[in-house]
Nanobody, 125 residues
Framework: QVQLEESGGGLVQAGGSLRLSCAAS????????MGWFRQAPGKEREFAAA????????YCADSVKGRCTISRDNAKNTVYLQMNSLKPEDTAVYYC??????????????????WGQGTQVTVSS
């Protein structure tokens, strides 16, 4: 089992950047592929990015591609999401999640086993 806690959210102006962190506790963090999702008010939870257990494979959804970098440091039990050129439509609660499935295919929330509580990102225009 793994516990996840996000941090790094906040209020940022359009065009700005944020680096979200997700610290994991518990054993075997490095055995989980990790993902980031986001959920705006009144909308479904949306996949944003995924990274493989060792960090060699990364993927960003089309909605954030070109502005997104996902990375992890297994020595620190932490996964990161760097978001650049932020837009008002990026406003959402951002969640990190862990899965035993492959990062190459896990895109739906139901495919992830553990979730953090989320961190709010608000982008002002």
């Amino acid at each position: 089992q793994v516990q996840l806690e996000e941090s790094g959210g906040g209020l940022v102006q359009a065009g700005g950047s944020l680096r979200l962190s997700c610290a994991a506790s518990g054993r075997s963090f490095s055995s989980y592929a990790m993902g980031w999702f986001r959920q705006a008010p009144g909308k479904e939870r949306e996949f944003a990015a995924a990274i493989s257990t060792g960090g060699g494979f990364t993927y960003c959804a089309d909605s954030v591609k070109g502005r997104c970098t996902i990375s992890r440091d297994n020595a620190k039990n932490t996964v990161y999401l760097q978001m650049n050129s932020l837009k008002p439509e990026d406003t959402a609660v951002y969640y990190c999640a862990a899965t035993t499935q492959s990062s190459r295919s896990a895109r739906r929330p139901i495919e992830y086993d553990y979730w953090g509580q989320g961190t709010q990102v608000t982008v002002s225009s």
